[in-house]
T-cell receptor
Framework: ETGVTQTPRHLVMGMTNKKSLKCEQH?????MYWYKQSAKKPLELMFV???????ENNSVPSRFSPECPNSSHLFLHLHTLQPEDSALYLC????????????FGSGTRLTVV | KNQVEQSPQSLIILEGKNCTLQ??????????LRWYKQDTGRGPVSLTI?????NTKSNGRYTATLDADTKQSSLHITASQLSDSASYIC????????????FGKGTTLSVSS
């Protein structure tokens, strides 16, 4: 394990469902990130939280809603998704002030049917 | 436009052989360059991080080089093993903490026996 834990590892949901992805880190990091990884494409940064405040939102559709209740936990709430949203969703955390220690979780494989 | 280009897109080598993966970038400003290894269905794991002043860094059988003048980097894998089969991603950061990471699409390496 990397120190960043994501649950669930796999998720299949219908387009009308509401689900949440969870990310947890106990590395003492104060920045957390959500990424989307689709086949044959580079990782796409979705959201950045620094000290529990959202500092970046890369034009992500409103059907994705992040939540960061504290520095150790990050959620991604999903509703009315589309099939093209099927991808690997990766969470990462970092110390925010240094390049070392940027750590990814193992991801949630999401399939929208 | 900030971009990271990797070549080749995919590579197949025999176990025990060496290989070199390439990364060219046009990111500005430049803070550091990272190489990650990503196993199928898992999150990326850091191999090396190099700042502007570093031109080589090793991590076991992995050796990364950086030429900041030509904006090129390479990852050399020595005496490949079956477990080296993965996607190798080059990532350039425009800031020290990594909140502005530019990802390449990766090179998929397959090591066969």
């Amino acid at each position: 394990e990397t120190g960043v834990t994501q649950t669930p590892r796999h998720l299949v949901m219908g387009m009308t469902n509401k689900k949440s992805l969870k990310c947890e880190q106990h590395l003492g990091h104060n920045a957390m990130y959500w990424y989307k990884q689709s086949a044959k494409k580079p990782l796409e940064l979705m959201f950045v939280y620094s000290l529990e405040e959202r500092v970046e939102n890369n034009s992500v559709p409103s059907r994705f809603s992040p939540e960061c209740p504290n520095s150790s936990h990050l959620f991604l709430h999903l509703h009315t998704l589309q099939p093209e949203d099927s991808a690997l969703y990766l969470c990462a955390s970092s110390p925010r002030t240094a390049p070392y220690g940027y750590t990814f979780g193992s991801g949630t494989r999401l399939t929208v049917v | 436009k900030n971009q990271v280009e990797q070549s080749p897109q995919s590579l197949i080598i025999l176990e025990g052989k060496n290989c070199t993966l390439q990364c060219n970038y046009t990111v500005s400003p430049f803070s550091n360059l990272r190489w990650y290894k990503q196993d199928t269905g898992r999150g990326p794991v850091s191999l090396t991080i190099m700042t502007f002043s570093e031109n080589t860094k090793s991590n076991g059988r992995y050796t990364a080089t950086l030429d900041a003048d030509t904006k090129q980097s390479s990852l050399h894998i020595t005496a490949s093993q079956l477990s080296d089969s993965a996607s190798y991603i080059c990532v350039v950061s425009a800031d020290p903490a990594g909140t502005a990471l530019i990802f390449g699409k990766g090179t998929t390496l397959s090591v066969s026996s």
